[in-house]
């Protein structure tokens, strides 16, 4: 039982770090998805948007 | 729908071209974080998922609508990406500069550490590497759309995620993001050219 648990020890370990680096992962992504979206991206989008629906005559 | 897809470019369909934006919209934020894994830059990151946003809606005739636009979208991103990459050695000066902010980051005692320490490790990963890791660990994507939208195969995509997974780790149990600014500086420049070497040389 011993010589069980104390192999498996250093896989848990290395197991539990990538579990925490793929939550720090996560939470750098999900950090920007959070931040406010500049308006710029939705004024430029809404200009073609207009530039299609009102062509040059 | 697709009947009008297929009909072709030319034919304006309002209804089809709100329903898009719509869409398109929604998917702007999760351009902008793949753009700064990508760049490890916001500025350059915001040009970059801006210029997606544009090339996406201009040919949004082309897409099938009911089929993934995330993964449509992040492929014409990672597209862009590596055009202008190829255009210029840009890219590896922002990768240098951004790894010098994020150090000067670490040097602030009241900063998260463990997050600038993993963002840094990001940064030294080759950019297949990072952008496979990016895409399965936190962009929520399986390994045959990560494998669509980086244009290779799905084992290839499962091998890259490995590699990473294990390079991440190693970087941070060496410690090369250490607080000595100048030398990790040094070892930065030197490991991101090695990386460009190794990814231009394919």
């Known amino acids: 039982m011993k010589k069980v648990s104390s192999a498996s020890a250093p896989l848990d370990e290395a197991r539990l770090r990538q579990q925490a680096i793929g939550a720090k992962l996560r939470q750098i992504f999900d950090d920007v998805i959070n931040e406010p979206v500049p308006d710029e991206f939705l004024e430029i989008l809404r200009a073609a948007d207009n530039a299609r629906a009102e062509p040059e005559p | ?202």
């Open chain 2, 1 to 202: 729908m697709t009947a009008d897809a297929a009909r072709g470019d030319r034919e304006a369909n309002p209804a089809r071209d709100a329903l898009f934006k719509t869409g398109l919209v929604a998917l702007i934020p999760h351009l902008r974080a793949f753009a700064r894994t990508l760049t490890g830059d916001a500025t350059a990151a915001d040009d970059l998922a801006q210029d997606a946003m544009m090339k996406a809606w201009d040919a949004r005739a082309s897409f099938e609508m009911g089929t993934n636009m995330k993964a449509w979208t992040f492929m014409i991103l990672r597209n862009q990406f590596y055009s202008e990459k190829r255009r210029s050695w840009r890219q590896s000066q922002l990768d240098q500069e951004a790894a010098e902010r994020t150090l000067v980051a670490i040097d602030d005692p009241a900063a998260p550490v463990a997050l600038d320490e993993l963002r840094l490790g990001l940064a030294m990963l080759p950019s297949e590497q990072r952008e496979a890791l990016v895409l399965v660990g936190a962009g929520g994507f399986a390994y045959e759309e990560a494998a669509e939208i980086c244009n290779c195969a799905v084992g290839t995509v499962k091998s890259r995620v490995s590699r990473a997974r294990r390079a991440l780790q190693a970087i941070l149990d060496r410690g090369d993001y250490d607080r000595d600014g100048a030398a990790a500086g040094e070892a930065m420049g030197s490991i991101l050219a090695q990386a460009e070497r190794l990814s231009s040389a394919r």
